[in-house]
Nanobody, 120 residues
Framework: QVQLVESGGGLVQAGGSLRLSCAAS????????MGWYRQAPGKQRELVAY???????NYADSVKGRFALSRDIAENILYLQMNSLKPEDTAVYYC??????????????WGQGTQVTVSS
């Protein structure tokens, strides 16, 4: 079981930057994978980026070179640095954490989301 709290969303102009934070209620090393998804109005939720407990990051093609994951291990925080933001990045961003405590295939928990709006 893990609780996730996102923050850092807001309104930014195209080309600007934001840093999202996801605070987890348990040690990040005990979480098999953490990441960020986003959901734009009228669209399905899509994977943005995730990182394994060993620190291996993965990014969606649409954000490669613009977004970067980092972790504050001591404070159990996952960050998503978003640079060169585009209007199409506008969405609610959700932090996720996948655990294998109850299932060897993993179970994913979700935060409440933080709104990112990129204006032209």
């Amino acid at each position: 079981q893990v609780q996730l709290v996102e923050s850092g969303g807001g309104l930014v102009q195209a080309g600007g930057s934001l840093r999202l934070s996801c605070a987890a209620s348990r040690r990040i090393f005990s979480i098999n994978a953490m990441g960020w998804y986003r959901q734009a109005p009228g669209k399905q939720r899509e994977l943005v980026a995730y990182i394994t407990s060993s620190g291996l990051p993965n990014y969606a093609d649409s954000v490669k070179g613009r977004f970067a994951l980092s972790r504050d291990i001591a404070e159990n925080i996952l960050y998503l640095q978003m640079n060169s933001l585009k209007p199409e990045d506008t969405a609610v961003y959700y932090c996720s954490a996948t655990l294998t405590d109850s299932s060897p295939t993993g179970y994913t928990y979700w935060g409440q989301g933080t709104q990112v709006t990129v204006s032209s």
